[in-house]
């Protein structure tokens, strides 16, 4: 196993835990947001990657329930909070504060979630009460963006045509794991998966005739009942191939990818695989790193079937989602990401500390929390 380093649990660092909600709100600013000061907010990609949910002037009120059921639509990449230095130099951390509880009312998720950025913009250049009500306050969303099924299904069929990848995460890790053979790959087609979908198809028509897969099982859950399931029964969002011809391959992962958007149902769609090939032994999951499993609760019977789920997590680009480091814990499988293949995570004791990457995780009752560190201004 690459960069995984045991360390001492270090009081500077805070752990994501099952604080209260003030204390999470806390958290955010204290280690996961960025400050920064500038004249006048400018919005870059409003109504496309961005969402806005204005406040008033001086007010903590979120009144935009349009936009708040939106929001519950779409993956989140960061988030900015909007404010004003006016009266100069006044002290505005009690009326942020206010506007993170209110948001926090809505969105409690996005508090606990270390993906997401945040950013604390702070507006200088306002001179004057007129001015500042006709600004921007509030909060902004990134999101990321939904081009549609037949802008992904054209993009994939060029990257496979030009034998060309715009991202390598998958190439790399099937690269590095050549004795990988027998395999039964569980992909997730949901949504922003379609370039690593392109990639994945791209390997397999680059290793067509070494015939290395036994079957493809593509999975896109876009029920809203499959963020409460609590057993391995739903079946719906699964669609399998063994075929060894591309065309029947490719065909089969439009079809699944054509279903559905947002939710993902990686659980059960081990549970389907093992079901449906109880002879598999070498199953090879790809993963979003930016969206949790609507079905972790799955996770111990999981665990008892014993059989190892190799993960390869797409979309990495600080830490690791720690549904997926959990989902291999538990399995005795493993993990790989861009840059590295963290083999042994199964032998890693309770209340070690590991370093993946740049980004540190403590392992408390079998479950991964990720250590976060001091915030910065800009």
């Known amino acids: 196993m690459k960069n995984i380093f045991v360390l001492l649990v270090c009081s500077m660092f805070a752990v994501k835990s099952k604080a209260n909600p003030i204390q999470l709100i806390k958290n955010v600013k204290a280690y996961r947001s960025i400050t920064h000061e500038i004249d006048f907010y400018k919005f870059t990609d409003k109504g496309h990657s961005q969402i806005p949910l204005a406040m008033h002037f001086g007010k903590s009120d979120l009144d935009n329930a349009a936009s708040i059921r939106q929001l519950k639509k779409e993956t989140i990449l960061k988030v900015e909070l909007v404010y004003t230095d006016y009266p100069k130099g006044e002290l505005t951390d009690t009326l942020n504060m206010l506007r993170l509880q209110a948001l926090y009312k809505q969105r409690p998720e996005l508090f606990s979630n270390n993906l997401i950025e945040w950013h604390f913009i702070k507006q200088t250049a306002i001179k004057n009460r007129n001015h500042a009500e006709k600004s921007f306050h509030g909060f902004v969303f990134t999101i990321r963006e939904?081009?549609?099924?037949?802008?992904?299904?054209?993009?994939?069929?060029?990257?496979?045509?030009?034998?060309?990848?715009?991202?390598?995460?998958?190439?790399?890790?099937?690269?590095?794991?050549?004795?990988?053979?027998?395999?039964?790959?569980?992909?997730?087609?949901?949504?922003?998966?379609?370039?690593?979908?392109?990639?994945?198809?791209?390997?397999?028509?680059?290793?067509?005739?070494?015939?290395?897969?036994?079957?493809?099982?593509?999975?896109?859950?876009d029920e809203e009942s499959s963020t409460n399931q609590e057993k391995a029964l739903d079946n719906i969002g699964m669609w399998e191939t063994t075929s060894e011809k591309f065309e029947k391959i490719i065909r089969t992962c439009g079809k699944a990818m054509s279903k559905g958007r947002h939710y993902e149902n990686n659980l059960e769609a081990i549970f389907y695989t093992i079901k449906k090939y109880p002879e598999a032994q070498n199953i090879v999951m790809i993963a979003d790193n930016w969206e949790d499993p609507c079905d972790m609760k799955l996770l111990d019977d999981l665990k008892a079937m014993k059989k190892p789920i190799h993960i390869v997590v797409c979309g990495v680009n600080k830490s690791i989602n720690t549904n997926y480091l959990d989902i291999a814990f538990a399995t005795g499988g493993s993990v790989h990401t861009m840059e590295e293949d963290l083999t042994d995570l199964y032998k890693i004791n309770d209340k070690e500390v590991i370093k993946i990457g740049k980004e540190r995780y403590v392992v408390k009752n079998g479950k991964f929390e990720h250590i976060e560190v001091k915030t910065k201004i800009l």
């Open 146 to 221: 939904y081009k549609g099924f037949d802008y992904e299904m054209e993009t994939i069929n060029e990257m496979v045509s030009d034998s060309k990848a715009a991202d390598s995460t998958i190439l790399k890790v099937f690269e590095r794991n050549k004795d990988w053979k027998d395999l039964y790959i569980i992909a997730d087609v949901t949504g922003s998966m379609y370039p690593y979908t392109g990639e994945l198809l791209l390997w397999f028509k680059l290793t067509l005739q070494k015939n290395l897969t036994k079957a493809f099982v593509f999975f896109n859950d």
